[in-house]
């Protein structure tokens, strides 16, 4: 059964820092992942997007890479903003027409 | 375009009462999924629509539980009777068939159950 973990769990850091949230599936034959964001109460936004013949996506701020020989990926968030501040969670294929999410990074950038 | 539609976006009602939640999938979209998120669970998918045919349920909960999809525009998601514990947030979402990897999610519907 394939499962996703998401590490840190949470993350307080003061504006203008780098990071990283981690990402990996027990099953490492993934061929694509989304990483999404989304605010308290709110539905999930779509940041950045590897598909099968990519290894990493950017945009902006945003670095997201993965290693398909592991099942990791980690999200580069460059220059953290307090607008930054929000959940992070990754998805990927969790077998036949499922999607899984990880349990998601909640990241809280101090001005 | 309007992304993904949802509504009610707020639900409040009483234990054993009939919910209905609502869908209007993004335009020219034929797969669909409904979620629910609670923290103790996290994000789980409920029931998987391709082409208006329910693909995978395995997800739904119970026989209380019941989705449907008439037409390529507009799918419910049905608990009857309604319990404290199906209290959440329920998301829907969609996609291109051959894109399932790459959903649009919709801003939910927060269900609380009394």
């Known amino acids: 059964k394939q499962e996703v973990t998401q590490i840190p769990a949470a993350l307080s850091v003061p504006e203008g820092e780098n990071l990283v949230l981690n990402c990996s599936f027990t099953?490492?034959?993934?061929?694509?992942l989304q990483w999404f964001r989304q605010d308290p109460g709110k539905g999930l936004t779509s940041l950045l997007l590897?598909?099968?013949?990519?290894r990493e996506q950017t945009s902006g701020r945003l670095n997201a890479s993965l290693d398909k020989s592991s099942g990791r990926s980690t999200l580069y968030i460059a220059a953290s903003q307090p607008g930054d501040s929000a959940t992070y969670l990754c998805?990927?294929?969790?077998?036949?027409?499922?999607?899984?999410f990880g349990a998601g990074t909640r990241l809280f950038v101090k001005a | 375009d309007a992304g993904v539609i949802q509504s009610p976006r707020h639900e409040v009602t009483e234990m054993g009462q009939e919910v209905t939640l609502r869908c209007k999938p993004i335009?020219?979209?034929?797969?669909l999924f409904w979620y629910r998120q609670t923290m103790m669970r996290g994000l789980e998918l409920l029931i998987y629509?391709?082409?208006?045919?329910?693909?995978?349920d395995s997800g739904m909960p119970e026989d209380r539980f019941s989705a449907k999809m008439p037409n390529a525009s507009f799918s419910t998601l049905k608990i009857q009777p309604s319990e404290p514990r199906d209290s959440a947030v329920y998301f829907c979402?969609?996609?291109?068939?051959?894109?399932?990897?790459?959903?649009?999610f919709g801003p939910g519907t927060r269900l609380t159950v009394t």
């Open positions: 590897i598909q099968s013949s990519q």
């Open positions: 979402a969609s996609s291109l068939w051959d894109r399932d990897y790459e959903q649009y």
């Open positions: 629509f391709n082409n208006n045919v329910p693909i995978d």
């Open positions: 335009s020219g979209h034929n797969s």
């Open positions: 998805a990927g294929p969790g077998g036949g027409f499922k999607t899984i």
């Open positions: 099953d490492s034959a993934i061929y694509n």
